[in-house]
């Protein structure tokens, strides 16, 4: 009788733990499979966006652009400024201007600007849309590869100053910041384009600055 109560115990203890094994198994097939099927739907996302990106970094330089305008604030810069804005000329990119604020120079960093690009004097309104000095003269001309180059002849008032009278020259709905003493490598407005095309929330895309005193230029183009 003792025996046969004690195999009765022991064949509810197992089917007690088949029970609660059965319960475990099912929920962790269905933890697996949720598993599963999220990681499946969040790599192919990845893999969907990876696609995307790739394909946009390869067609930059065919179809799609971002119109920018280039800004450069210069002050008693006539060393410099027609070397900047040559290598801005050379840029490999298809949609972009050249806005060249003479912030009241005491030297001749207007006259020389004017001079080596053949720059017209022109009389335009621009839009007052961030406080700045005003404007003495306007000059407008083309490089050699029909970019825009625009030269603006203005109070003193400092640098932050003249890229606001940058950007309320400005044709394009993105511009960059640049000395007068700085060169740009070639692809630099295609870099900064990418993530603007990628995500229309990129606002700002910052850079990173070298210093070229070992680097040989010529026409304004690094060699």
């Known amino acids: 009788m003792f025996d ?16 609660f094994f059965e319960i475990f198994f099912i929920i962790y097939l269905v933890g697996y499979a ?5 990681s499946v739907v969040v790599g192919g996302n990845e893999i969907f966006e990876g696609i995307k990106k790739k394909r946009l970094r390869n067609e930059i330089h065919h179809d799609y652009y971002v119109p920018i305008s280039a800004i450069v604030p210069a002050y008693n ?4 400024i027609t070397e900047t804005i040559r290598s801005l000329l050379n840029l490999d990119y298809r949609i972009y201007e050249i806005i060249v604020v003479n912030d009241g120079s005491k030297d001749r960093t207007g006259e020389l600007v004017a001079e080596a690009f053949h720059l017209r004097q022109v009389s335009r309104p621009i839009r007052r849309l961030l406080p700045c000095a005003e404007q003495r003269s306007i000059w407008e001309g083309a490089g050699g ?18 890229i606001n009278m940058g950007i309320n020259a ?6 960059v910041c640049m000395d007068a003493d700085s060169i740009l490598q070639r692809d630099s407005l295609s870099q900064i384009a990418v993530p603007v095309l990628e995500n229309q ?15 040989v230029f010529e026409n304004g183009e690094l060699v």
């Open 34 to 38: 949720t598993f599963l099927f999220t």
């Open 77 to 80: 810069e006539e060393v410099t």
């Open 170 to 175: 400005s044709r394009y709905p993105y511009f």
């Open 201 to 215: 929330d990129v606002v700002a895309v910052g850079s990173m600055i070298r210093i070229s005193n070992d680097c």
């Open 145 to 162: 590869n029909q970019v825009h180059i625009t030269l603006i002849n203005k109070d003193n008032g400092g640098k932050a100053d003249s």
């Open 4 to 19: 046969f109560i004690r195999s009765l115990f022991s064949m509810e203890a197992i089917q007690t733990f088949l029970s």
